[in-house]
C-alpha cells in the first residue's frame, strides 16, 4: 500500500489503542491532533480524519473512521484527508470501515459521536478565512431535523425560511426561540430542544431565557360593536407547542417582531432534498481500468464478488466501494476516482460513500445482497490485525504501540436482587396449579410454567412475570400459558417486566432468582399426556425410583442446575460432574477437566435430588462395572463444555409497525435520552432481547410488544443468525429493572416523569437540566407479607400473594382530609380497585375503637350534625382534628392460609385497618412516617423553603392544625354564599 516506502505519520502514533475518539485536522498536508476540548467544533473550510474507537466485550477494538470535508475546504485538503484516512486504517490492520462525510449530509453514526449536533462555524486553515471572533452576537436562525440524531443548518434569517415541517431555532442575543412546524413530530421537537440547551451553553455560557413558540399561526375575527355600529376586528392567535390550545402567546409575539410582525407562512421549498422519492435498487458494478462497468446478475449474490478486484454498490443514499483482499494497489486508488466520477454522472454528488474490505462488511452491506454466509473472521480480528502490523514493519513503517493484546473475558453477572419472593405455577389444560415451595425449582421438559418474582429495587418494588417452556411440550400449552402471563402483566397495569423463555436457552437472570433449578423428563400436564398418547410415544416422565442421569453445571451455589440426560454414556463430558440414580443406586461421577467448585456443585445438588442416600464416588477413567452397566456400556464421549454464548455488545433500534410490517432503525451511541415515551425501542445483545415500551404507546401495540420482539427475532436484522427461542423481555417505561438499565447511564427521575418527550425535556430544559415530577415522590405499596424496606438477611424466599398489599391509603391525601373523609366512607360502597384510606373512622378522646358495631351508625349521624352545625353556628367552638394519626397495620396472615384460600379461589380483599388516636406534642409525620411541614415553608416566597416536594401540591403535606386554619377560612367564605347555596352544599355533604 501507499504507507509502505514511509514511516507512520507521527500524528498518528498510538492511535486507536482505547475506547474513545481522536480527531486530526489537516493542515499544510499533514494531520494535527485536536483537543479533547475542541471535539465537536468543525470550521467550514477545513478537512478532519476522525477515528471512533469502540471495546467490545470480547476485548477487542473495532475502529470505524471517517473523513470530514467542509463546504469551503480546498480540494487539495480534501484528498489529504483521504488518503491519511487510507493511510491510518493500514496501521490499524485494514479493517476499519471508512466513511466520507460532507457538511451538511453527515451520516447518523458521525452525527452520534457529537450528540445533541454539530454546528460548524464559519473559517478554516488553509482556505484562508479566518476563524469568527466572539465580540457581539449575531442573530441567526437554524433548521433542525432528525428524531434520533439532529442535522442542524444555518439557514438565512427571513421569514420565507420558515415552514410548516420542520423546527427551527433562533439564536438572539438575550433569549433563544424553537418554532415549531405544524407538521413536525414530538419526536423532532424533543431532540431540537437538546440542540437549543447546546446552544445556551456553547454561546451563551448558559445564561439565557429559552422560549418554545408554537406551531401554527391563524388569525381569528372578533365583531367589535359601539355606538357607530358593528366592525370585524382581526387579531393573529397562536397554537402553543405546549398544549395546542388557541391563545395569545407575549413570546410568540416576541418572536414574531425579529421577522417584522406575523404574516402566513409560506409552502416549503424544495432546496437540497432528494430529487428521488422512490426506492432505488441496488447496482453493482465492477472497476476495471478505471471505469464502472455494470455487473449483470439474476440476483445479487456473494459470488458476485471477486477476491482480485473492486467494486461499487450503488444503494442510492448510500454507495459502497468493496475492496478484495488481493486488489492490486492502482485499482484500489481507482475505485476512489472511479465512484466520485460515477456519482458526478448520475447528479448525486451528496451521497455517502462507504469503504469496506473483504471480510469485514458491514451489516448493511451485507443486507443488499439476497444470501450471505455467516462470517468466521471476526473471531480472528486481533490475529488479521498483528499479521498486517508485522507486514508493514518489514517494509519499514513505525507501528510501534499499534497492537493491543484481548483483554480477559468477565464472568456474566445477573443484575438482579436474588432476595425476593416467588410464586410458579405449572400450566395444566386452560388452567395454572400454583407449585409448593419445594417443587417450585423442578421444571418437567413437556410442561409449561408461569413465574412471578417480587425484589426490592432501588427505589420501589419490582416484578417479574416470565413463562418457561420445556422442549417437550406442546404448542395448546404454550398458548395458554402466554395468554395467562399476559393478562398477570395487564392485571398489574403492566407494572412487571415480562419474560419469554426456552429451555436451554435461559437466561442469567432466570438461573440466580431461582438459584437450584432442576430440569426433568416428561411432563404432568394434560396436554404433555395427550400428546403421547396420540402419537403412540412411551412416557419417559422422570421417576425417583428409576434410571435418571443428571448433568450439573453453573458457577456457584447462587446459580447452579441440574439437567436430565439419557441415561448412556455418550451423554457424558469430561468437563462436568453427573449423578446418576436407579433405585437404592446412587453415583457421582467427576470428569477431569473439573474444578474443585464443580465438584463441590454436585454434591449440593445431590442434596436435593436424593437428600437421604449416599453415593458412590466414580472419578472418570476408574469406574466400576455396576456403574457402566446402569449406563448401557461404555462408549465414546465428549471432552469438550458446552460453553454459555457471550453477551455481544447491544445495538438499539427504534421500531414502528406499518401494515403488519417491522421498520426499525438503529440509533448509534445510544443513551437513555433516546428512549422516547411514544415509541418502542429494543435492545438487541444477541443472547437476549429487550423490547422497550414508552408509556404514550398505544395500548393495542403494549399488548402486541412480545410478538414485536419475535418479529424483531425472526427478520434478524443484524444478521446474527439469531435464534427464535432466544429469551425476550418485555420492559415497560418506569419499571424498568435492573438488568435493562445497566445498559445505560440511568437516571430513575427521568422515567418518572409525565408528559410525551417534549413537554419532559422542556420541563427540564426550563428547569436547569434537573427532571421536575409531575407529583411529589411517595413510597409505593409493597406487595406479599414482606415489611417496606426488610434487612437482607431476613428475606426469605417463601411463595407471598400479590394480592393484598401491605399497607393502603389514598395517594395524595393530607392527614387531616383522611380524618374529614373517613367519617363519611363506607368500605362497602368503594370501588375495590382502588385501597381504602388509612384512616376509617374518627374517634373522640371519651370513645374507644372497640365500641360496639352498633353504635357506628349513631356516630356517622353525630359526626354529620357537629360537621354542619359549623356552618349553622359560626360562633361555635373550634373543630378539633387530632394533631396525627396513627394506623395499627394488621398482621399478615400465615403463608399456608394464604396459598389455600388462592387455590380454593376465594379473592383476597383487603380489610379496614383499626385506629389509634396519638395526640403527642410536637409531632412532626403523618400516618405513613412521611414529614409534616410548617406552611410558612411550603409557600414559594418561603426564605427557608422545604426542598425536594413539590409545592404546587403543599396541602399534601400540611399537617392538622394549618388544615384547621384553610378549614375556618373556608368555613367563612361558606356564609358568604346565598342561603339556598348553603342548603345545597350541606346536602351534598351528608349524601357524600
Not at 431540537?192 to 451563551?204: G, I, N, R
Not at 432468582?513 to 423428563?521: A, G, P
Request: proline letters at 5%; charged letters at 25%.
Amino acid at each position: 500500500m501507499s504507507v509502505s516506502s514511509r514511516d507512520l505519520d507521527p500524528a498518528f502514533q498510538g492511535a486507536g489503542q482505547k475506547a474513545g475518539i481522536e480527531i486530526w485536522r489537516i493542515e499544510n498536508f499533514h494531520p494535527v491532533r485536536v483537543p479533547n476540548s475542541s471535539h465537536g467544533k468543525f470550521f467550514t473550510g477545513d478537512s478532519y480524519v476522525i477515528l471512533k474507537t469502540t471495546a467490545l466485550k470480547s476485548g477487542a477494538l473495532r475502529h470505524d473512521l471517517h473523513y470530514w470535508l467542509g463546504k469551503d475546504t480546498s480540494q487539495d485538503e480534501a484528498g489529504t484527508a483521504a488518503i491519511k484516512t487510507v493511510e491510518l486504517d493500514a496501521a490499524l490492520g485494514g479493517r476499519a470501515v471508512q466513511y466520507r462525510e460532507l457538511q451538511g449530509h453527515e451520516t447518523e453514526k458521525f452525527l452520534s459521536y457529537f450528540k445533541p449536533c454539530i454546528i460548524p462555524q464559519e473559517g478554516g486553515v488553509a482556505s484562508g478565512f479566518k476563524h469568527a471572533e466572539a465580540e457581539k452576537h449575531q442573530t441567526r436562525l437554524f433548521v433542525c431535523k432528525g428524531k434520533h440524531v439532529v442535522h442542524v443548518k444555518e439557514v438565512p434569517f427571513a421569514r420565507s425560511t420558515l415552514n410548516h415541517d420542520d423546527i427551527f431555532i433562533l439564536d438572539t442575543e438575550s433569549k433563544i426561540f424553537q418554532f415549531n412546524g405544524s407538521n413536525s413530530c414530538i419526536q423532532e421537537r424533543a431532540k431540537a430542544l437538546e440542540v437549543v440547551q447546546y446552544v445556551k451553553d456553547t454561546y451563551h455560557d448558559g445564561k439565557c431565557e429559552i422560549a418554545s413558540i408554537g406551531n401554527y399561526a391563524t388569525t381569528c375575527t372578533f365583531l367589535y360593536v359601539n355606538y357607530r355600529g358593528i366592525f370585524a376586528l382581526q387579531l393573529p392567535f397562536l397554537l402553543t407547542a405546549e398544549d395546542g390550545k388557541l391563545m395569545a402567546d407575549s413570546e410568540a409575539g416576541e418572536f414574531w417582531g425579529f421577522f417584522g410582525g406575523f404574516a402566513p407562512l409560506p409552502r416549503k421549498a424544495n432546496t437540497d432534498e432528494p430529487k428521488s422519492n422512490g426506492v432505488i435498487s441496488s447496482t453493482l458494478f465492477c472497476v476495471e481500468k478505471g471505469e464502472a462497468v455494470p455487473v449483470e446478475a439474476d440476483s445479487m449474490t456473494k459470488d458476485l464478488l471477486d477476491t482480485n478486484k473492486c467494486y461499487i454498490l450503488d444503494c442510492g443514499v448510500e454507495v459502497f466501494v468493496w475492496t478484495g483482499r488481493n486488489t492490486p494497489l492502482e485499482e484500489r486508488k481507482a475505485a476512489s476516482s472511479t465512484v466520485d466520477e460515477l456519482l458526478r454522472s448520475l447528479d448525486r454528488p451528496n451521497c455517502h460513500i462507504i469503504r469496506v474490505i473483504e471480510g469485514f462488511e458491514t451489516v448493511m452491506f451485507r443486507s443488499k445482497f439476497d444470501s450471505w454466509p455467516q462470517s468466521t473472521n471476526a473471531a480472528a480480528s486481533q490475529d488479521g490485525r498483528g499479521k498486517v502490523a508485522a507486514l508493514l514493519k518489514r517494509q519499514g513503517v513505525n507501528v510501534k504501540g499499534l497492537v493491543k493484546t484481548e483483554s480477559p473475558k468477565e464472568e456474566p453477572q445477573p443484575y438482579i436482587d436474588c432476595t425476593g419472593d416467588l410464586q410458579v405455577w405449572r400450566v395444566n389444560g386452560q388452567e395454572k396449579i400454583l407449585l409448593e415451595a419445594s417443587d417450585q425449582s423442578k421444571f418437567y421438559s413437556g410442561d409449561c410454567y408461569i413465574f412471578q418474582y417480587s425484589y426490592p429495587g432501588e427505589e420501589k418494588e419490582e416484578y417479574l412475570i416470565g413463562t418457561w417452556f420445556g422442549k417437550q411440550s406442546v404448542e395448546e400449552d404454550r398458548v395458554v400459558a402466554a395468554s395467562q402471563a399476559s393478562k398477570m402483566v395487564e392485571a398489574m397495569k403492566f407494572l412487571p417486566t415480562q419474560a419469554r423463555i426456552y429451555e436451554g436457552n435461559e437466561p442469567i437472570q432466570f438461573f440466580a432468582i431461582f438459584q437450584s433449578f432442576i430440569v426433568l423428563k416428561g411432563g404432568l400436564s394434560e396436554g404433555y399426556k395427550n400428546y403421547i398418547a396420540e402419537k403412540e410415544l412411551s412416557d419417559d416422565t422422570y421417576s425417583a425410583e428409576g434410571l435418571a442421569l443428571f448433568r450439573v453445571q453453573g458457577s456457584g451455589p447462587e446459580n447452579m442446575q441440574a439437567i436430565q440426560v439419557e441415561p448412556v454414556a455418550s451423554s457424558l463430558n469430561s468437563s462436568y460432574c453427573y449423578i446418576l440414580h436407579s433405585g437404592s443406586s446412587v453415583f457421582t461421577w467427576l470428569g477431569n477437566l473439573t474444578t474443585p467448585e464443580d465438584q463441590e456443585l454436585v454434591e449440593r445438588q445431590l442434596d436435593i435430588i436424593k437428600p437421604e442416600m449416599q453415593s458412590k464416588f466414580q472419578k472418570e477413567g476408574s469406574e466400576t462395572e455396576q456403574f457402566w452397566e446402569l449406563l448401557g456400556g461404555k462408549t465414546e464421549y465428549l471432552n469438550q463444555k458446552i460453553e454459555r454464548e457471550a453477551e455481544s455488545d447491544p445495538h438499539l433500534f427504534s421500531c414502528t409497525l406499518s401494515k403488519g410490517d417491522l421498520k426499525v432503525t438503529e440509533v448509534y451511541n445510544f443513551n437513555q435520552d433516546d428512549l422516547m415515551t411514544e415509541d418502542i425501542f429494543i435492545v438487541d445483545c444477541h443472547s437476549d432481547i429487550y423490547v422497550w415500551v414508552g408509556q404514550q404507546v398505544e395500548s393495542k401495540n403494549k399488548m402486541n410488544a412480545l410478538s414485536l420482539g419475535e418479529k424483531f427475532l425472526e427478520r434478524d436484522f443484524l444478521l446474527e443468525k439469531l435464534s427464535m427461542q432466544a429469551p425476550i423481555y418485555v420492559v415497560m417505561e418506569g419499571s424498568e429493572p435492573s438488568f435493562f438499565t445497566r445498559f445505560f447511564t440511568w437516571d430513575s427521575k427521568k422515567s418518572a416523569m409525565h408528559g410525551n418527550s417534549f413537554q419532559r425535556k422542556l420541563a427540564i430544559l426550563k428547569h436547569g437540566g434537573t427532571p421536575v415530577l409531575d407529583r411529589p415522590r411517595r413510597r409505593i405499596p409493597v406487595f406479599g407479607g414482606r415489611s417496606a424496606a426488610p434487612e437482607k438477611a431476613q428475606r426469605s424466599r417463601s411463595v407471598s400473594s400479590f394480592s393484598t398489599p401491605d399497607r393502603v391509603r389514598v395517594r395524595g391525601r393530607s392527614p387531616a382530609f383522611n380524618a374529614i373523609a373517613s367519617t363519611f366512607e363506607s368500605p362497602n360502597l368503594r370501588n375495590l380497585s382502588t385501597p381504602p384510606p388509612m384512616v376509617r373512622k374518627l374517634y373522640p378522646k371519651s370513645v374507644t375503637p372497640d365500641s360496639d358495631s352498633s353504635n357506628s351508625q349513631a356516630s356517622r349521624s353525630a359526626a354529620i350534625a357537629a360537621l354542619t352545625s359549623k356552618f349553622q353556628q359560626p360562633s361555635a367552638g373550634q373543630f378539633i382534628i387530632p394533631r396525627s394519626l396513627r394506623v395499627s397495620p394488621e398482621l399478615p396472615k400465615p403463608r399456608s392460609e394464604a396459598i389455600s384460600k388462592e387455590n380454593s379461589g376465594e379473592q383476597l380483599k383487603p380489610k379496614p385497618d383499626t385506629i389509634h388516636e396519638d395526640v403527642t406534642e410536637g409531632e412532626v409525620e403523618d400516618e405513613e412516617g412521611l414529614p409534616i411541614h410548617p406552611y410558612d415553608r411550603l409557600t414559594t416566597s418561603s426564605t427557608d423553603p422545604v426542598e425536594d416536594i413539590d409545592v404546587t401540591k403543599r396541602e399534601t403535606y400540611l399537617s392538622a392544625e394549618e388544615f384547621k386554619d384553610k378549614f375556618e377560612m373556608t368555613k367563612n367564605a361558606f356564609y358568604k354564599l346565598p342561603k339556598w347555596k348553603q342548603n345545597k352544599m350541606k346536602m351534598a355533604l351528608q349524601l357524600f
